[in-house]
């Protein structure tokens, strides 16, 4: 009897931290800077213990904050904590993501974090059929420096000299970031797919195709949500051969494309131009609205 009185009593307490998370009283969940506490949360006596109680409950329960920038290296789960929770902060995300070019050699969020959002990536983006056939290798610092090398030694010798000083600057600028992505396809779940799915064998080569761009937009609008800026570049096949060499990657890889990233030099962002964009019109057709 008294463990049953025990038990009950758990999920009466429980119940009413949810009730109250569910009715906004608690402090919000994974807020560094939480707000005082109002009358109404004093005269229910929650404190920090119920409010670090229901910032794992709502964990569980999936009130989540949406993604943001930060340079905190004590921050939640990025995989099934950081989701965007409304349409309005997904779209934020989307419209946040240009190509920023003017980069440096830091990083606002720690490499454990980076990490964090990559593994996101690897786990939960999705792929045809569930093939799982993107690979990701990431390059910080130095190893992204000698990346970037690689590539400016093996177009030093194709790039006439006159034309060098363009292709040299723009090296230069990818060099200058703090790391790079670079995001391969691994053929054999795709063969496997091929002879497992014959009717669709010769559709398997694009999917993967999709897959590898579906990781690609992922991180890098993640990436710049948590503050840092990206471009994206496919200077494949040149350096495939080098990099396969030096941080023994799978010769039967595929590189796809590189994305580079550091923190954006002061004013790179606000000193983006404006996008163009086509009529809406004609580019989308809704119809039984």
Not at 93 to 118: C, F
Not at 244 to 257: H, T, V
Request: charged letters at 25%; one cysteine or more; a negative charge.
């Amino acid at each position: 009897m008294p463990n049953r009185i025990q038990a009950g009593a758990i999920i009466a307490l429980a119940s009413a931290i949810i009730a109250l998370v569910l009715a906004g009283w608690l402090i919000t969940p994974f807020d560094d800077n939480p707000a005082p506490l109002s009358d109404m949360q004093k005269s229910l006596g929650v404190g920090p213990r119920v409010s670090q109680l229901a910032r794992q409950l709502a964990g569980v329960a999936g009130l989540q904050n949406p993604l943001t920038s930060s340079t905190s290296t004590a921050q939640p789960s990025f995989s099934h904590r950081n989701n965007f929770n409304t349409t309005s902060s997904f779209k934020e995300a989307v419209q946040h993501r240009r190509s920023i070019y003017q980069l440096t050699k830091k990083s606002p969020i720690a490499d454990d974090r980076i990490k964090e959002i990559l593994t996101t990536a690897i786990e939960d983006v999705p792929s045809s059929f569930n093939s799982q056939s993107a690979r990701l290798v990431v390059l910080l610092k130095e190893e992204h420096t000698k990346f970037w090398d690689i590539v400016t030694e093996i177009l030093k010798a194709l790039v006439p000299e006159d034309k060098w000083k363009h292709t040299g600057d723009r090296l230069d600028g990818f060099k200058n970031a703090y790391g790079t992505v670079l995001f391969y396809e691994d053929p054999d779940p795709i063969h496997d797919l091929q002879k497992k799915f014959p009717e669709y064998a010769d559709k398997f080569p694009q999917w993967s195709e999709h897959t590898s761009a579906m990781h690609q937009y992922m991180l890098w609008t993640a990436f710049e949500s948590e503050g840092l800026g990206c471009n994206l570049q496919h200077y494949n096949p040149l350096p495939d051969e080098r990099a396969a060499a030096e941080w023994k990657i799978p010769l039967e890889w595929s590189l796809k494309a590189q994305l580079v990233f550091g923190e954006p030099q002061e004013g790179a962002r606000e000193g983006l131009a404006e996008k163009s964009r086509k009529p809406v019109e004609d580019r989308l057709k809704i119809y039984g609205m």
